[in-house]
């Protein structure tokens, strides 16, 4: 059974930082693209960050040069480093894991979620 596990997340002021880690347990880690995706109060979950097994990243316009993701296959963990943080980042902040099959199906796994709110 896959898990995700998010934590770190939690209320700080706008500049601040925060660090969410994701713990996976239940799959082949290394293989899995990780992401981060977030959902705001009567919003759309969108993208944030995504990072592939071999670590190329991707990251949406909105957080580009303050967020950095990152992942330790050793730890089967993926990080988000959020710094420069502003009011329009509270969300709750979602794990996810993908993988893409050789025939193209592609298979998503969630975590639970972890709140982030940030104070002007």
């Known amino acids: 059974q896959v898990q995700l596990v998010e934590s770190g997340g939690g209320l700080v002021q706008a500049g601040g930082s925060l660090r969410l880690s994701c713990v996976a347990s239940?799959?082949?880690?290394?293989?899995?693209?990780m992401g981060w995706y977030r959902q705001a109060p009567g919003k759309q979950r969108e993208l944030v960050a995504t990072i592939t097994g071999g670590g190329r990243t991707d990251c949406a316009d909105s957080v580009g040069g303050r967020f950095t993701i990152s992942r330790d296959n050793a730890r089967n963990t993926v990080y988000l480093q959020m710094n420069s943080l502003k009011p329009e980042d509270t969300a709750v902040y979602y794990c996810n894991g993908q993988y893409t099959s050789i025939y193209g199906r592609i298979t998503d796994y969630w975590g639970q979620g972890t709140q982030v709110t940030v104070s002007s």
């Open positions: 239940g799959m082949i880690f290394s293989i899995h693209t």
